[in-house]
């Protein structure tokens, strides 16, 4: 039986009365088009069943490239003006520097915007972005919530950075932090420790799905139970004086933290480390330590994943809000560092 030949973007263009040039950048939802002439194109490829080719997506990509021209669209970054007031942002510009590198690669440009200050928050987002030839959209997580930013969805291809919490639910890309916890466990078990415990705010929680929290809780549930979960420390706001007396009163070995002030305040009580006391960091790009043991979330692949997915997207003309969302993973792995120690094995109970 003869195979029926493949829908082409020409059949799409002579079906819609377009040149093919005018398909295809109508396919990519280019908004230098007017919005009737894109549906009515888009119309046709529906009709015609039309499946775009990814070699030629991709060797077009290639072609532009080297061409020195820029591929489809710009992309912007898209930032909480609220990080502004936190000193410490060494995580955003290794994930920045990640979206730059293949955005370059790509053709795209990366702009970096900020929600109130360059976008104005709700109101006239849309028009900023689109005088700037911004087609798609990296959401960066925020330090708090409300999530203040409405857009006209369907104009962007949209990626969501973290667990960030908005009305919608777009793609994503992010660090498995399930496998960071289970990860940092291991290590401790192996390294002897049976007392640990989990120290920062519940906020951090809150935006990870409570993932690092259910994978330490997960080991109370094991059959064969290889170390004691103490009751973890997770207050609102993290207070030195709250912390030492839960340190007093449930004794840990060792604590796992993605804050660098249990550190600090665990010298002022006098603990040494690793001596006294364990301390693993869930993040150790960022410390300012750079003898921690713990967790590369390796925040600049979580970058190049962000402009890859929207690069793809953007070849195939995805935009708006997914009907299904799907979720981009890097696998974080553990780092040997000099704030742990062998202990002596002790029995469980």
């Not at 990509?61 to 060494?90: C, K, M, P, Y």
């Not at 730059?100 to 104005?120: A, F, N, P, T």
Request: charged share 25%; net charge positive.
């Amino acid at each position: 039986m003869k195979r029926a030949t493949p829908c082409t973007l020409a059949d799409v263009a002579r079906h819609a009365g377009v040149a093919i040039s005018t398909a295809s950048i109508a396919l990519r939802n280019d908004l230098r088009l007017p919005i009737e002439t894109r549906q009515r194109i888009k119309k046709a490829a529906r009709q015609l069943k039309y499946r775009p080719d990814p070699v030629l997506a991709a060797l077009v990509t290639r072609r532009l490239h080297r061409s020195g021209r820029q591929s489809f669209a710009n992309v912007a970054a898209v930032i909480d003006d609220r990080w502004r007031q936190i000193a410490r942002r060494e995580w955003m510009e290794k994930f920045l520097n990640g979206m730059r590198r293949i955005c370059g690669e790509l053709g795209y440009h990366l702009d970096e915007l900020y929600m109130q200050s360059d976008l104005g928050g709700s109101h006239g987002a849309n028009r900023v972005l689109h005088t700037r030839g911004i087609r798609g959209l990296a959401l960066l997580p925020m330090p708090a919530h409300p999530f203040d930013l409405t857009l006209d969805w369907n104009e962007f291809a949209v990626v969501a950075v973290g667990n960030l919490q908005t009305p919608h639910r777009f793609h994503r890309v992010g660090s498995d932090a399930f496998a960071s916890m289970q990860i940092a466990c291991d290590q401790l078990v192996a390294h002897g420790y049976r007392r640990i415990g989990l120290v920062h705010t519940l906020e951090i929680e809150r935006r990870l799905r409570y993932e690092w929290l259910g994978a330490m809780a997960k080991e109370a549930y094991l059959e064969d139970k290889r170390f004691e979960v103490i009751p973890p420390h997770l207050p609102e706001v993290l207070e030195e004086k709250a912390f030492r007396r839960w340190v007093e009163k449930y004794r840990p070995e060792a604590l796992i933290s993605n804050d660098d002030r249990p550190y600090h305040w665990l010298a002022a009580i006098g603990a040494r480390i690793p001596r006294d006391m364990g301390y693993v960091s869930l993040n150790r790009e960022v410390t300012p330590r750079p003898d921690t043991s713990g967790i590369a979330q390796h925040l600049d692949i979580m970058g190049e994943n962000a402009a890859e997915l929207l690069h793809t997207m953007l070849s195939r003309g995805e935009t708006g809000i997914p009907r299904h969302a799907k979720e981009v993973l890097v696998y974080p792995h553990w780092v040997d560092g000099k704030t742990i120690r062998r202990q002596k094995s002790v029995a469980m109970p």
